[in-house]
Nanobody, 121 residues
Framework: QVQLVESGGGLVQAGGSLRLSCAAA????????MGWFRQAPGREREFVGV???????WYADSVKGRFTISRDNATNTVYLQMNSLKPEDTAVYYC???????????????WGQGTQVTVSS
């Protein structure tokens, strides 16, 4: 069982930056694939990016070059650094953990409660 808690959301102007954190409670954090997803009002939850257990990352085209995922296995934390934010990035952001990972929600076993990111124009 893994408990995930996101933090770091807030209101930012377009062009600004935010860093989200996702703290995991569990002893096997380094073995998990950690994903980030987001859900805007009236839309389905969508893939943002993933950090594989070996450290490599993969991003959705919509955020590639602007968002960066990093992980600290010593503190069981994964981060989502978001730069050059746009109003269309406004959403609730969720982190997820699983052994399979990828861009599909069903491949993750544990989810955080989400943190709101609002980007004003």
């Amino acid at each position: 069982q893994v408990q995930l808690v996101e933090s770091g959301g807030g209101l930012v102007q377009a062009g600004g930056s935010l860093r989200l954190s996702c703290a995991a409670a569990g002893r096997t954090f380094s073995s998990y694939v950690m994903g980030w997803f987001r859900q805007a009002p009236g839309r389905e939850r969508e893939f943002v990016g993933v950090s594989w257990s070996g450290g490599s990352t993969w991003y959705a085209d919509s955020v590639k070059g602007r968002f960066t995922i990093s992980r600290d296995n010593a503190t069981n934390t994964v981060y989502l650094q978001m730069n050059s934010l746009k109003p269309e990035d406004t959403a609730v952001y969720y982190c997820a953990a699983g052994y399979r990972g990828g861009s599909t929600m069903s491949r993750y076993d544990y989810w955080g409660q989400g943190t709101q990111v609002t980007v004003s124009s």
